[in-house]
Protein backbone atom coordinates (compact mmCIF):
# COMPACT_ATOMS: atom_id res chain seq x y z
CA UNK A 1 0.00 0.00 0.00
CA UNK A 2 1.09 3.48 -0.41
CA UNK A 3 -0.16 6.96 0.76
CA UNK A 4 0.66 10.43 -1.26
CA UNK A 5 0.07 13.19 0.85
CA UNK A 6 0.68 16.74 1.31
CA UNK A 7 -0.40 20.34 -0.06
CA UNK A 8 -0.82 22.85 -2.60
CA UNK A 9 -0.47 26.23 -2.46
CA UNK A 10 -2.34 28.87 -4.81
CA UNK A 11 -3.70 32.64 -4.19
CA UNK A 12 -6.33 33.02 -1.82
CA UNK A 13 -8.97 34.00 -4.64
CA UNK A 14 -7.57 30.71 -6.68
CA UNK A 15 -8.48 28.13 -3.73
CA UNK A 16 -11.99 27.29 -3.54
CA UNK A 17 -12.30 26.96 -7.30
CA UNK A 18 -9.37 24.54 -7.61
CA UNK A 19 -10.84 22.48 -4.85
CA UNK A 20 -14.30 22.28 -7.09
CA UNK A 21 -12.27 21.41 -10.25
CA UNK A 22 -10.77 18.60 -8.50
CA UNK A 23 -14.48 17.12 -7.62
CA UNK A 24 -14.14 15.35 -11.22
CA UNK A 25 -10.12 14.08 -10.35
CA UNK A 26 -11.42 12.74 -6.71
CA UNK A 27 -14.63 10.78 -8.67
CA UNK A 28 -12.37 9.41 -11.34
CA UNK A 29 -9.99 8.47 -8.46
CA UNK A 30 -11.77 6.78 -6.63
CA UNK A 31 -13.80 4.41 -9.52
CA UNK A 32 -10.31 3.91 -10.30
CA UNK A 33 -8.64 -0.11 -9.30
CA UNK A 34 -6.40 0.35 -6.74
CA UNK A 35 -8.05 3.63 -5.04
CA UNK A 36 -8.61 3.12 -1.63
CA UNK A 37 -8.84 6.83 -1.06
CA UNK A 38 -8.87 10.15 -2.81
CA UNK A 39 -9.64 13.62 -1.22
CA UNK A 40 -8.86 17.23 -2.55
CA UNK A 41 -9.88 19.73 0.26
CA UNK A 42 -9.49 22.89 1.72
CA UNK A 43 -7.52 23.50 4.66
CA UNK A 44 -9.44 25.19 7.24
CA UNK A 45 -6.48 26.98 8.55
CA UNK A 46 -4.55 28.04 5.76
CA UNK A 47 -6.51 30.09 3.10
CA UNK A 48 -4.36 29.18 0.57
CA UNK A 49 -4.09 25.75 1.39
CA UNK A 50 -5.32 22.90 -0.84
CA UNK A 51 -4.75 19.22 1.22
CA UNK A 52 -4.41 16.21 -1.08
CA UNK A 53 -4.69 12.66 0.59
CA UNK A 54 -4.66 9.74 -1.52
CA UNK A 55 -4.01 5.76 -0.56
CA UNK A 56 -3.52 3.05 -3.05
CA UNK A 57 -3.06 -0.83 -3.18
CA UNK A 58 -0.42 -0.29 -5.29
CA UNK A 59 2.18 1.52 -7.35
CA UNK A 60 1.34 0.16 -10.21
CA UNK A 61 -2.58 1.30 -9.83
CA UNK A 62 -1.63 5.05 -9.04
CA UNK A 63 0.89 4.80 -11.99
CA UNK A 64 -1.84 3.83 -14.16
CA UNK A 65 -4.38 6.28 -13.18
CA UNK A 66 -1.83 9.34 -13.00
CA UNK A 67 -1.91 10.78 -16.69
CA UNK A 68 0.70 13.75 -16.97
CA UNK A 69 -0.05 15.45 -14.62
CA UNK A 70 -2.11 18.65 -13.92
CA UNK A 71 -3.20 20.99 -17.06
CA UNK A 72 -1.51 23.62 -17.71
CA UNK A 73 -3.90 25.91 -16.36
CA UNK A 74 -4.25 24.32 -13.07
CA UNK A 75 -0.32 23.80 -13.03
CA UNK A 76 -0.46 28.26 -13.19
CA UNK A 77 -2.34 28.38 -10.60
CA UNK A 78 0.10 26.22 -8.08
CA UNK A 79 2.67 28.49 -6.42
CA UNK A 80 4.33 26.15 -4.45
CA UNK A 81 3.88 22.68 -3.39
CA UNK A 82 4.42 19.84 -0.57
CA UNK A 83 3.76 16.47 -1.57
CA UNK A 84 5.18 13.13 -0.39
CA UNK A 85 4.54 9.19 -1.00
CA UNK A 86 4.98 6.78 1.50
CA UNK A 87 5.26 2.83 1.65
CA UNK A 88 3.00 1.54 3.90
CA UNK A 89 4.62 -2.05 4.90
CA UNK A 90 2.17 -2.92 7.12
CA UNK A 91 -1.64 -1.78 8.07
CA UNK A 92 -3.34 -2.29 11.59
CA UNK A 93 -6.69 -1.65 12.90
CA UNK A 94 -6.58 0.82 15.70
Known amino acids: MLIVAG ?5 VEARDALVV ?9 RSAPGC ?3 SITADTLEPQ ?3 IY ?3 ETEKELLAFRGSGPDSGTAARILDADM ?3 VIA ?5
Open 21 to 29: EGVKVVSMA
Open 7 to 11: YLITE
Open 54 to 56: ERW
Open 49 to 51: RVN
Open 90 to 94: SVEDP
Open 36 to 38: LHF
Open 84 to 86: KRY
